[in-house]
């Protein structure tokens, strides 16, 4: 009874078609319309575009030539222009267009559609460039499938779910009277935002003020011609240790879900205001506004109190009541989130100029880009997930695979190879979901417990105490048989004679 129960049990995988994922690459198709006053010109840069992209690893680009017409020809402003191609063309998620307008300053200029405006006299090479390093991102997805580990990425692959975590920092508040609705500003500016990228990872935001919690940091003092006579130097190479002071008490719950802490710091007005200096002993302030990011903790924030609230405790009048800035620190917060959560696309091109973002939601083609970015990510994941894990099963006999993990990995590996051919059939959103519910169920296939079930009874201690239990009772049964042995040769013998 005890062998059959600690039997291990494993359901029938597809161990010979999951080890060969690797061998099939991950393509993606796109579709790039190209709009010129003169047809002629459209074909020309659509023929040298199929040219650079004929041999792409990665991409199967169709360039598509956008006709002309009587309403486009009569536009009189880029966003007029723009707005009618739109119309006129509709694109899939994914897609891209780029529109000729011969006044345009710069080469090119990225704007918050899927579109991009470029001058007349822009080069195929130019725009080959734009698609490679920002919109399709080929540096970064070359990272990502990459088997050199030295050049590879550390990011690990967008998780399912993210706790968005808001805290204000008053380590004196009897001091510093500073007033802020910041549930409210979360609700305003964070959580609109966080929705329209719920695509791929879901988020909960919270906020809380946490109060006599100071950063740990040597200050310097700073002369200056202010008002106040002096400001405070924080220096970058402190900012590591600044926050692992201040990490343990930022947690208000404990949560299974990765969290990224948003952290608005309100210095009291005896080491206000508080700037942050690099080695070189220069200020990093930009735009009146000192924060950083560390990925992919979080980001952090110094409100500096109003001069008039410090003149006054430096007068050692009353506490003065101020309101925090919102729109100021929720527009660095969402900076912020831009990039901790590797949405934007830092790269700089010579000639090539991006529109600010006027709106709450994210640029679609960058948006879009990191869509297509973590679909591949998570194909990337969930394929060496369960490739390792197969090959981990092949290693040692005694782990067990119940129904359960069993159709986890099955439907991971469906999910991986329906997401390919989404990919290859121009898909992205589909191919997004499909990315995401596979790298989700390799990862609880992989750490399920119940693999773990049978690894305390692996044969060579079932053998251990078998041997010692039946090995005493084995030496008389087989010292009855010798005996029986020897008495039937004695008999046969006697017979024969």
């Not at 919270?206 to 400001?231: C, M, N, P």
């Not at 880009?369 to 998570?378: E, T």
């Amino acid at each position: 009874m005890w062998w059959k129960t600690t039997t291990v049990y494993r359901v029938s995988l597809p161990s010979s078609d999951i080890l060969r994922l690797s061998e099939q690459p991950i393509r993606a198709a796109v579709q790039v319309g190209i709009y010129t006053q003169q047809p002629s010109r459209a074909q020309l840069l659509i023929s040298e575009l199929e040219s650079a992209f004929k041999d792409s690893e990665f991409w199967t680009v169709e360039f598509k030539l956008l006709a002309n017409f009587v309403k486009a020809s009569q536009a009189h402003t880029p966003d007029a222009l723009e707005k009618l191609l739109l119309e006129a063309y509709p694109q899939s998620v994914g897609d891209f267009m780029f529109i000729e307008w011969p006044k345009l300053e710069d080469e090119l200029l990225l704007t918050t559609e899927r579109s991009a405006l470029m001058r007349s006299d822009v080069s195929s090479s130019k725009l080959s460039q734009l698609l490679h390093s920002k919109i399709l991102q080929t540096y970064r997805i070359n990272q990502i499938l990459t088997t050199d580990e030295r050049l590879g990425v550390k990011s690990e692959a967008p998780q399912p779910a993210y706790d968005v975590i808001v805290s204000v920092l008053n380590p004196k508040p009897r001091l510093t009277h500073a007033q802020w609705n910041v549930a409210l500003a979360a609700q305003t500016y964070i959580e609109p935002f966080l929705a329209q990228i719920s695509d791929i990872s879901s988020y909960t935001v919270r906020t809380q003020w946490k109060y006599r919690v100071s950063i740990e940091a040597d200050l310097k003092q700073v002369r200056d011609q202010s008002k106040l006579g002096r400001h405070y130097a924080l220096q970058e190479s402190a900012l590591p240790h600044l926050l692992t002071s201040i990490a343990q008490n930022l947690s208000g719950s404990i949560t299974d879900k990765p969290v990224i802490n948003l952290v608005v710091y309100i210095p009291p007005c005896s080491s206000a205001p508080l700037h942050i200096y690099n080695n070189a002993n220069e200020m990093l302030t930009r735009n009146g506004v000192d924060a950083f990011i560390s990925p992919p903790w979080g980001g952090f924030i110094i409100a500096n109190p109003p001069e008039h609230v410090c003149l006054a405790h430096l007068n050692d009048e009353p506490p003065q009541t101020y309101y925090v800035n919102t729109n100021d620190n929720m527009q660095v917060m969402l900076d912020q989130l831009h990039k901790l959560l590797d949405i934007s696309s830092e790269v700089q091109i010579a000639g090539v100029k991006t529109v600010d973002i006027e709106q709450l939601a994210p640029r679609r083609w960058e948006y879009e880009s990191y869509m297509r970015r973590s679909a591949i990510r998570h194909i990337a994941t969930a394929s060496s997930t369960l490739e390792s894990l197969i090959k981990l099963l092949d290693q040692i006999s005694y782990i067990v695979i119940d129904d359960k993990v069993g159709t986890a990995i099955t439907n991971s590996y469906g999910d991986i190879l329906a997401a390919k051919v989404a990919l290859l059939e121009h898909r992205l959103l589909d191919a997004s979901a499909l990315a995401k519910r596979a790298f989700v169920a390799s990862e609880r296939g992989f750490f399920d417990a119940s693999l773990l079930a049978q690894l305390y009874f692996p044969d060579e201690q079932k053998y251990a105490i078998y041997i010692p239990l039946f090995l005493p009772v084995m030496v008389p049964v087989l010292s009855s048989f010798n005996m029986l042995r020897k008495l039937l040769q004695r008999r046969r013998k006697e017979k024969q004679q």
